[in-house]
């Protein structure tokens, strides 16, 4: 059973960078037919995409974070990972990460795996 | 960019049916994949491909899309499907964007 699980700092200070680390285990993040991705959800709202990478390194991003964020990919250990800089308070969210099934083949996928997600605070 | 639209709330009976709309402009030539979340958890695919089940999804969940609306609907809820749903699309007019809908809270009553 594939299973994701995202690691990173529960607090990070205003102007920093947020760093977070997705493993995947019970599958290969090498596989055709997947993209993966990070969503994140602030405290009661809903939720908002941030971006996707393919394990050749090919990637999207939402263009309303595109400049704060970059999305990376290490095959050997299994794990992509999600930077975030300059961050705000505005950024605080639960943080999850969820493999985007391309079942018909071009880029409309599901998200049909997720981790658990994870809380990140911006505080000083 | 695109816009969901979904109603804040729904609520129903135990054992009626709930219908969960989700408007955007011309949605219907668009996939609609709909998201089912319960308090403190991880989001989890109810409806993909805007009528498709994944596996170990009740049938009583079933979905459409034409126009401008999509709509997923459960039939004999049940406790169980108290939950927020989010309806999701990809919007393609340049590099791919996922978005979601703002999420309607289904109260079983």
């Known amino acids: 059973q594939l299973q994701l699980q995202e690691s990173g700092p529960g607090l990070v200070k205003p102007s920093e960078t947020l760093s977070l680390t997705c493993t995947v285990s019970?599958?290969?993040?090498?596989?055709?037919?997947?993209?993966w991705g990070w969503i994140r959800q602030p405290p009661g709202k809903g939720l908002e995409w941030i971006g996707s990478?393919?394990?050749?390194?090919?990637?999207y991003y939402n263009p309303s974070l595109k400049s704060r964020v970059t999305i990376s990919v290490d095959t050997s250990k299994n794990q992509f990972s999600l930077k975030l800089s300059s961050v705000t308070a505005a950024d605080t969210a639960v943080y999850y990460c969820?493999?985007?099934?391309?079942?018909?083949?071009?880029?409309?996928?599901?998200?049909?795996?997720w981790g658990q997600g994870t809380l990140v605070t911006v505080s000083s | 960019s695109y816009v969901l639209t979904q109603p804040p709330s729904v609520s129903v009976a135990p054992g009626k049916t709930a219908r969960i709309t989700c408007g955007g402009n011309?949605?219907?030539?668009?996939?609609v994949h709909w998201y089912q979340q319960k308090p403190g958890q991880a989001p989890v695919l109810v409806i993909y491909?805007?009528?498709d089940r994944p596996s170990g999804i009740p049938e009583r969940f079933s979905g459409s899309n034409s126009g401008n609306t999509a709509t997923l609907t459960i039939s004999r809820v049940e406790a169980g499907d108290e939950a927020d749903y989010y309806c999701?699309?990809?919007?393609?007019?340049?590099?791919?964007?996922?978005?979601f809908g703002g999420g309607t809270k289904l109260t079983v009553l």
């Open positions: 969820a493999r985007h099934n391309l079942i018909y083949g071009d880029y409309d996928p599901v998200l049909d795996y």
């Open positions: 019970g599958g290969s993040i090498s596989s055709s037919s997947y993209y």
């Open positions: 990478i393919y394990y050749s390194g090919s990637t």
């Open positions: 011309n949605i219907g030539s668009k996939s």
């Open positions: 491909y805007d009528s």
């Open positions: 999701q699309v990809w919007d393609s007019s340049s590099d791919p964007l996922g978005v």
